[in-house]
């Protein structure tokens, strides 16, 4: 940056708008301010420029002399004002130009409003139900540990009222200001954190703290239908604020365990159903389970293939908060034996001739073959 260049200092162009200055100023401003650059005397020097910069060319005198004579005008005490940069035009400070940003940033609310308490933390629990307790709802105890506040001291940390001091920083204030060369403004006590009292004789139960670490106990409900990873929030079951501050929520995150029939697809159900090569080939009648524990039976057409699916209607899962269901996914497996009796090795050789192709050779007269060849 320059010294006496304002325009580059600020990065506009020399006729910029007064808007566009302003724009600019505030953007730097909040990239060198000296809270954000704890030490670092360059961000300082850079700083102060910058609002040396904006002090001239905001003004439109100062920025009139400015563009004909350049600094040196200034100095000599062409245009109003021109003899320092103690201050903003107008008599404001650095407080009024920037109350909305500056103050966003180091506390969170307006220059002069009442600090805020801090809201407690969320806290999430992993809740496992089955898939027939997802299908009809379930109320479930929910066991965590959370902080409450702390009720021997109520929440304020300290033991009693006598605990309580004013604090010496900002002097009951809750807030403290600070001037960084011709600028000056104001943020929350770091101290007391804008309470205005600080903790002169700690809680015993709590340490000072204002708050405990406790276990709870709650039913939740479930509602039908809940899938994988749905989560319900519990609002203000979370862990306690500080200084008034609100709860935070429970989170409760639902997973289903493992079932050993059927597996989920949406609202579907998708359950493998095992025929033999031969019910498979002449057809049959299957009977398979539905979610609600009963059966029901479905027919399977003479040459159904392995991995065929059929539909029955209004056998899946509920819909949460409807009366609507999905349904029932019946995919056939069909299983080949891996051992077979005499007799049904003898029907499926002559299954086999009907389609052309002849059994190979039993090992027996494998070896007989060869002996004789042999000799």
């Known amino acids: 940056m320059s010294n006496n260049d304002y325009y580059r200092t600020l990065g506009v162009a020399r006729n910029a708008s007064d808007e566009e200055i302003k724009t600019a100023f505030r953007k730097l401003a909040l990239k ?13 020097a850079q700083f102060k420029e910058i609002g040396e910069a904006y002090e001239v060319l905001s003004t439109p005198d100062k920025r009139r002399v400015y563009d004909q004579f350049g600094v040196e005008g200034l100095k000599a005490g062409g245009g109003r004002g021109a003899g320092g940069f103690g201050g903003f035009p107008g008599g404001g400070d650095f407080g009024d130009l920037f109350g909305d940003i500056f103050d966003n940033i180091f506390t969170g609310g307006g220059a002069h409003g009442r600090p805020r308490a801090r ?13 027939e307790e ?20 109520g929440g304020t ?12 920083t900002c002097r009951g204030a809750g807030r403290v200001q600070y001037a960084q060369g011709f600028f000056s403004f ?42 994988e990873g749905a989560t319900l929030r519990v609002s203000g079951a979370g862990d306690a604020g500080l200084r008034g501050g609100g709860s935070g ?48 039976t479905i027919r399977v057409p003479a040459g159904t293939q392995h991995g065929k699916v059929f539909r029955v209607h209004d056998k ?18 069909v299983e080949v034996p891996h051992e077979l009796t005499q007799k049904q090795k003898e029907l499926f050789e002559e299954l086999g001739r009907t389609f052309g192709h002849e059994p190979p050779p039993a090992k027996d007269e494998e070896k007989s073959f060869f002996k004789k060849i042999l000799g």
């Open 32 to 44: 060198y301010h000296p809270d954000r650059n704890p030490g670092n005397k360059e961000s300082e």
């Open 186 to 227: 104001s943020q929350t006590c770091p101290d007391c954190g804008g309470q205005g009292e600080v903790v002169a004789s700690p809680c015993k139960d709590c340490g000072g703290s204002g708050r405990q670490k406790k276990n709870a106990s709650l039913h939740v409900r479930i509602p039908q239908g809940a899938d």
């Open 119 to 131: 809201r407690g933390a969320d806290l999430k629990y992993d809740a496992e139900i089955t898939l």
């Open 316 to 333: 899946g899962m509920l819909a949460p908060g409807a009366k609507n269901r999905g349904d029932l996914l019946v995919r056939v497996r």
């Open 134 to 153: 997802a299908f009809s709802g379930v109320k479930v105890p929910v066991n965590f540990e959370r902080t409450e506040v702390c009720e021997a001291c």
């Open 249 to 296: 929520d429970l989170y409760i995150q639902v997973h289903l365990k493992h079932h050993p029939h059927f597996e989920r697809q949406d609202l579907d159900l998708l359950y493998d159903c095992s025929v033999n090569v031969a019910q498979a080939a002449l057809g049959c009648e299957a009977s398979v389970p539905v979610i609600e524990g009963h059966r029901t």
């Open 157 to 168: 940390g300290a033991r009693g009222k006598a605990g309580l001091k004013k604090c010496g």
